[in-house]
């Protein structure tokens, strides 16, 4: 089955451990992306990704870091999270940036 | 500033009433428009991408159009497993990595 797989669906941390939300795809798709979804902003896109080792920020960039050495793989890195990254997150891929995104089921990550 | 506005924010339907979902965008250029579904709990599922004014896309209950300066989404005799937010989103021309979202219409539909 085609598929976006994210992991873990939920977790609580502390603030200032360090988390890595995983992300792979086996679509075989050049195009990932993140974003994270808050109530009344809608999804706001964090960082994406056009090819192995090609990253780039997208609006909300501050306190993530992200890697893409594997096509499938586009884990999410939170060096030192904080409460305010408390969101819902998302990873998704396309086969290209003009075709519609496949979305993985989220992440849930409450910082406290 | 870019833009994407969804409207109404929530909508309550009889199952068969029909009706439209609205989404207006103001964008330096227009590269798509796009519109998903999102069930509670889960990601966005994609359902159409309209590129230029006057284009119309159809899927089993929904249809989507595009103006040069909205995008409706009709919902033809809705059935209550319609229920869900849609949600729609914008590629500017000037940044075409880019996605702008909206924040999405609650869409509840009742036997």
């Known amino acids: 089955e085609a598929q976006v797989t994210q992991n873990p669906r939920y977790l609580i941390t502390v603030t200032g451990k360090k988390l890595t939300v995983t992300c792979s795809q086996n679509?075989?798709?050049?195009?990932m992306s993140w974003y994270r979804q808050d109530p009344g902003l809608g999804l706001r896109q964090i960082y994406y990704?056009?090819?192995?080792?090609?990253?780039d920020k997208g609006d909300v960039p501050e306190g993530y870091k992200v890697s893409r050495k594997e096509k499938r793989n586009f884990p999410l890195i939170l060096e030192s999270p904080s409460p305010n990254q408390t969101s819902l997150y998302f990873c998704?891929?396309?086969?290209?940036?003009?075709?519609?995104?496949?979305f993985g089921s989220g992440t849930r990550l409450t910082v406290v | 500033e870019d833009q994407v506005t969804q409207s109404p924010e929530a909508l309550r339907l009889q199952e068969g009433e029909s009706s439209s979902l609205n989404c207006s965008y103001t964008?330096?250029?227009?590269?798509?428009l796009f519109w998903y579904r999102q069930d509670p709990g889960k990601g966005p599922e994609f359902l159409f991408t309209?590129?230029?004014a006057g284009e119309e896309k159809e899927k089993e209950r929904l249809k989507a159009t595009l103006t040069k300066k909205e995008s409706f989404l009709h919902i033809t005799a809705p059935k209550p497993e319609d229920s869900a937010t849609y949600l729609c989103?914008?590629?500017?021309?000037?940044?075409?990595?880019?996605?702008?979202f909206g924040t999405g219409t609650r869409l509840q539909v009742f036997p």
């Open positions: 990704s056009m090819n192995v080792e090609v990253t």
């Open positions: 679509m075989n798709h050049e195009y």
């Open positions: 964008v330096s250029g227009l590269r798509g």
């Open positions: 998704a891929s396309s086969f290209d940036r003009g075709y519609g995104y496949t």
């Open positions: 989103a914008v590629r500017p021309q000037y940044n075409t990595d880019k996605l702008i």
């Open positions: 309209l590129y230029s």
